[in-house]
């Protein structure tokens, strides 16, 4: 069983230029808005305010990086569906997920 004992926020990534450069592993969460995504990685690092949580849809804006264990990276993606935004934001975040899920070899 894996124990997490550090982690740590690295940037929030309005573009890819801002992806961290490194060769650690990623463990991203995807979902709709409201799901409860960085609820849980707050849950699987024991700290209550690592990633920052909203009742309001919508408030993960960028893609969020966070260092767990000085080995690997929990990346928290926007969510999609209920955020009520302008239709042009909604559609940059689809183009910035979709180039990290089909760009990023981490």
């Avoid at 309005?14 to 960085?38: H, I, L, M, W, Y």
């Avoid at 929990?74 to 302008?86: I, M, N, Q, S, T």
């Avoid at 239709?87 to 979709?98: A, H, M, P, Q």
Wanted: hydrophobic residues 35%; positive net charge.
């Amino acid at each position: 069983m894996l124990r997490i004992t550090t982690s740590e926020f690295i940037i929030g990534a309005a573009s890819p230029s801002q992806f961290p450069n490194t060769s650690f592993a990623e463990v991203a969460f995807a979902g709709r808005s409201n799901v409860g995504k960085s609820s849980l990685l707050n849950t699987l690092t024991g700290r209550n305010k690592l990633a920052k949580v909203s009742a309001t849809p919508g408030k993960t804006r960028q893609i969020n990086f966070f260092r767990v264990n000085a080995r690997f990276h929990f990346v928290d993606l926007p969510g999609y569906g209920y955020a009520k935004v302008a239709k042009t934001e909604r559609e940059e975040w689809g183009k910035l997920i979709d180039t990290y899920v089909r760009n990023r070899q981490q």
